[in-house]
């Protein structure tokens, strides 16, 4: 005569298929990074192997926005910490990034964003880059926001004179959306 099978309580089987769900999520997690690395979560930008003598931008940065820096929907670049703010029309700050500075600085003022250009060229660094925003001149050199279309932000060419400020792509295009034709600029120290 067979022996009757001995049921499990319920508890048990919420139990063991739990435990069975968190492995199974822990063993995808580290192979979804490798197991060497976490996945990337942060905006700020990412250097190019080659852009090691460019300072690299921090995401220990402060994020308040500068004082004296206008009220109103408007852009705010500031030169010491290398960040911009997209502020909206109620002084909220919508968005906060650093950015790699070219060569040439605007002078602290306000400014406003006059031509744009979305399709792709290649920058007076030779780098190609899209979603342009220019806002100013200096010395003969454009001043404009972009961003590179492969990503990296390699230094600027020894000897070189320029005006871009390049952010990485995600926020290069959150700025592109934002600096519509007529938007104040303001640069701050």
Do not use: C
């Not at 190019?48 to 931008?57: I, V």
């Not at 308040?64 to 705010?76: E, F, K, N, W, Y």
């Not at 590179?148 to 290069?172: K, L, Q, Y």
């Amino acid at each position: 005569m067979p022996v009757p099978a001995r049921r499990l309580p319920s508890w048990a089987w919420v139990t063991g298929l739990t435990t069975g769900a968190i492995a199974v999520v822990a063993v995808l997690a580290v192979q979804a990074t490798d197991g060497t690395r976490p996945v990337a979560t942060a905006t700020t930008p990412t250097p190019s192997a080659t852009a090691t003598a460019t300072p690299k931008p921090t995401a220990t940065a402060p994020t308040a926005v500068p004082d004296d820096s206008g009220t109103g929907r408007r852009i705010v670049y500031s030169l010491s910490q290398n960040r911009v703010w997209l502020i909206d029309a109620s002084d909220s700050p919508r968005r906060t990034f650093t950015v790699w500075p070219g060569t040439v600085d605007p002078d602290p003022g306000t400014y406003t964003v006059g031509t744009r250009s979305e399709p792709a060229t290649t920058g007076s660094d030779g780098v190609r880059i899209e979603h342009i925003v220019y806002f100013a001149a200096k010395s003969g050199v454009n001043i404009a926001f972009s961003h590179a279309v492969d990503g990296a932000s390699p230094p600027p060419a020894s000897g070189a004179r320029t005006g871009g400020i390049r952010t990485n792509r995600t926020d290069g295009e959150a700025l592109w959306a934002f600096a519509t034709t007529g938007t104040t600029v303001t640069v701050v120290k």
